[in-house]
């Protein structure tokens, strides 16, 4: 398959692996061997024919690598889960316990059935489903995308279920120790043409170093996604690996230790069967989140269950704002998002548009173009206004400059956008392929039109992005300030339910705006952001007293 030839360019092959052999029979043969030889150092062909089932406890630690310079060091979670796991990989039970330190402190649980192309969710996840039913989410629906996605992690994350796999089918590969799942072709059936997941062998011990497959990261484009397995153990004649750590283009995003490990547990079908899913399956979507794995266990365990079917225009959430023209502004208009969650808002200026901020991947931003033609303008977009470089901001940034225009971002930004442009997207459809996309850093300021469609675009100092790389966006003609994640409209009437760690990290931004404000003279009295509740009341008057608390 192509994606097998682009993948194998960006896996260094390390010292442990033996050179590719050019006898295409050789190189089936040695992958027999290996894999016979993979088998007894697991524990037999029969050991592994035997084993139908596992359960562990896994417990974790997550990281995030796109959110500098939030959270310290990078640690966003400690979780445990109680995993129940067919090793055909069609079923699993995951009770999941979270303490989440970022975005917002905060404890939850639920618990996660998948049956086969059915999925239950059970459980508040997050802070705002928890607080005050934010993004309109009462637990985490069992999305087809998130389904996917744990099923391809869990199977990766098991080389025994690998081994059960791979002896339904042909062995065959590239390397001398490597070895083509043929996961796609499995029973779980993601389609012949996403990308095969490798199993790679220790050639010096048989036993399987790591599980690796090029995905698609919304921003980053193709990168590599690897599970590495070490701290073997013996449990009922079978080596199992007691550490897993997750690596996404080569950051470490989760590391996990498991315990309690059994083989063949004792269990009723029951607590692996889901009568009534909460989510209708959709095999399209199923497939995006098997190309985009690990994007929803990183959401999920920051607090936002964000998984949601990106093609929501429309206001299905009642607390959600509907995509509508902004209020006092003719010239502004909102797309919503469902469940509250990252509106897009597009300007009218210099005889064409300006969209600021590029949520959630290239597919949400195809949804938000559709919506501005349809409703607002048909006119040419000639820049796009990136807030800040937190993934779930600027994931749909190539999806927004499918049409063309120029990409505004912080000065701080603008090396990393313009190496980012120009990664290979491959996994997915990428919408600039083969276009030139002009960068533009703002140092301080920049302002772009006049009149009533004028824009002011500043470089804001905060806690939460990278120093002067934070851009707001201001309209003289309303006295509006754009913003977002500085404060999410709503806070101010739930305050008191927040811990003081995260009360105190609320005021913190509310204050970075309104010094920043006050220091520049600059004379606002609304503000809309691109994430929303219906509390809201645009008076800045709000931030101010968020930030006088």
């Known amino acids: 398959m192509k994606f097998n030839k682009l993948f194998l360019l960006s896996v260094l092959v390390i010292s442990l692996f033996i050179a590719c052999n050019n006898d295409d029979d050789n190189i089936l043969q040695n992958n027999d061997t290996l894999f016979t030889e993979m088998q007894d150092a697991l524990g037999g062909a029969d050991n ?52 989440a330190e970022y975005a917002y402190a905060t404890h ?35 999305f087809s995308t998130k389904l996917a996605a744990r099923q391809k992690t869990l199977m990766m994350s098991s080389p025994l279920a690998i081994a059960k796999l ?42 399987p170093t790591k599980a690796q497959v090029l995905e698609n990261d919304p921003l980053l484009g193709d990168v590599v996604y690897e599970v590495v397995y070490s701290n073997w153990s013996d449990v009922n004649g079978l080596q199992l690996p007691q550490k897993l750590e997750h690596i996404l283009n080569g950051f470490t995003i989760r590391t996990e230790t498991l315990s309690n490990i059994e083989v063949n547990p004792s269990f009723d079908d029951s607590e692996l069967t889901v009568a ?74 210099d005889g064409g548009l300006l969209i600021y901020d590029s949520p959630v991947n290239d597919r949400r931003s195809a ?47 603008k090396t990393f956008m313009e190496d980012v442009l120009q990664r290979p997207s491959n996994v997915l459809p990428n919408p600039i392929e083969g276009n030139s996309i002009n960068v533009i850093g703002v140092e301080e300021n920049m302002t772009i039109g006049t009149g009533e469609e004028q824009i002011e675009l500043y470089t804001i100092p905060s806690h939460h992005s990278e120093d002067e790389d934070y851009i707001v966006l201001y309209k003289p003609f309303t006295k509006t300030i754009y913003f977002n994640d500085l404060v999410n409209p709503g806070f101010v009437f739930v305050f008191d339910q927040f811990p003081p760690i995260d009360q105190e990290r609320i005021i913190h931004l509310a204050k970075d705006i309104v010094d920043f404000i006050d220091g520049q003279g600059i004379d606002v009295q609304m503000y809309h952001c691109t994430h929303g509740f219906t509390t809201q009341d645009f008076d800045f008057q709000t931030i101010r007293d968020l930030a006088d608390m």
Request: glycine share 10%.
């Open 166 to 207: 791979i002896s339904t089918a042909d062995v065959r590969g590239t390397d001398y120790g490597t070895i083509p799942i043929g996961f796609n072709t499995s029973s779980l059936g993601f389609g012949a043409s996403t990308p095969d997941i490798e199993l790679i062998i220790n050639t010096n011990t048989k036993l």
């Open 276 to 349: 009534t899913p909460n989510w209708n399956y959709d095999a399209t979507q199923a497939m995006y989140g098997h190309l985009s794995s690990q994007f929803h266990y990183r959401t999920i365990l920051q607090t936002f269950p964000i998984d949601f079917p990106v093609e929501f225009t429309e206001q299905t959430s009642p607390l959600a704002l509907p995509s509508e023209l902004v209020a006092t502004d003719p010239n502004a208009y909102r797309i919503s998002g469902d469940f509250q969650s990252h509106y897009t808002y597009a300007f009218k200026v």
């Open 367 to 413: 949804a938000v173009l559709n919506r501005i033609r349809s409703d607002f303008r048909t006119a040419p977009i000639r820049y796009v206004v990136n807030s800040h470089n937190h993934f779930d901001h600027n994931g749909g940034t190539r999806g927004n400059l499918a049409e063309g225009g120029d990409l505004i971002v912080g000065s701080g930004s």
């Open 108 to 142: 939850f649980e639920f618990v996660e059935t998948i049956d086969g192309t059915k999925g239950l969710s059970e459980g508040s996840t997050g802070t705002f489903p928890e607080r005050f039913a934010g993004f309109g989410v009462t637990g985490d629906p069992m």
């Open 48 to 99: 592994i024919a035997n084993a139908t089932a596992i359960s562990y406890q896994s417990t974790g630690v997550a990281l995030e690598f796109q959110e500098d310079p939030e959270p310290v060091d990078g640690k966003v979670a400690d979780y445990t889960f109680n995993l129940l796991y067919n090793l055909d990989g069609t079923q699993s039970k995951q009770a999941w316990d979270v303490d």
